[in-house]
Structures are given as C-alpha cells and as structure tokens.
C-alpha cells in the first residue's frame, strides 16, 4: 500500500471499528458505494478491508436490530450489514443471514437479507 492509501482506509477503519453504530453502518454503506463504483472506476479502495467489513457486518447480523426511534428506522443497522453482504456473502453466512429472515423487522430488511442470501448461495466455498 503506498503512503497515499494508507490515511484514508486508517479512516475506514477508525468508522468501522466506531463504538458509534451510526458511524459504523455509515463505514458499511460507504463500501458498498466503493463497490458499486468498481464498475466504472476499474476498483474498490476499500477491497483491502473487504474481510473486516464482512466480519463487522457478521457482528451486527448476530446481535437483534435496533429499534426505531425519531432519527432512524428499525432495523437500520441490519440493512447496512445485509447491503454490504448482498457483495461479500459467503457460503457459510447463510445461516446468520437465514435467521434474519425468519424474523425480518420490515420489508426493506427482508427485500435486503434475501439478495444476501442469494450471494452466498452462488459463491463456491473458499472463494
């Protein structure tokens, strides 16, 4: 990593890893953005962190989703976790994302953890 890279994916992780959930689901959604650009900028900047993301968004999954109050929707937090996953799902994510369904907050939650689901359905194992 040249010393250019290094201040802002040092940033990434400082939201990532954020004792705020806001912050942390804001480092979520901002890979997905990074990701969503690789179609037309040739890259991800933040790939070098694409398993921690998924391990931080694992985390999130595994706790119940945040209740709804006057600045955030219910279930904020597991939306961006399943975004990030619908790109970095692998097979044995399933399960974590399996239960989600089971007892989905709302539609958007749902919509979100069946297109994670189907990316670890399609990802060989070990890939």
Not at 38 to 56: C, F, I, K, Y
Not at 94 to 100: A, D, E, N
């Amino acid at each position: 990593m040249n010393p250019d890279e290094a201040i802002p994916l040092q940033a990434f992780g400082a939201l990532l890893h954020s004792q705020n959930l806001g912050m942390v689901c804001r480092a979520l959604n901002m890979y997905q953005v990074a990701a969503a650009y690789t179609q037309v900028s040739g890259g991800n900047p933040l790939e070098p962190m694409a398993d921690e993301v998924r391990q931080v968004a694992r985390g999130i999954l595994a706790r119940p989703p945040v209740e709804a109050d006057a600045d955030v929707p219910a279930g904020f937090d597991h939306v961006s976790a399943l975004n990030v996953l619908t790109i970095l799902a692998e097979p044995d994510d399933l399960g974590l994302i399996t239960g989600v369904l089971e007892h989905p907050v709302n539609d958007q939650v749902r919509a979100v953890a069946s297109l994670a689901a189907d990316t670890a359905r399609r990802k060989p194992p070990g890939t």
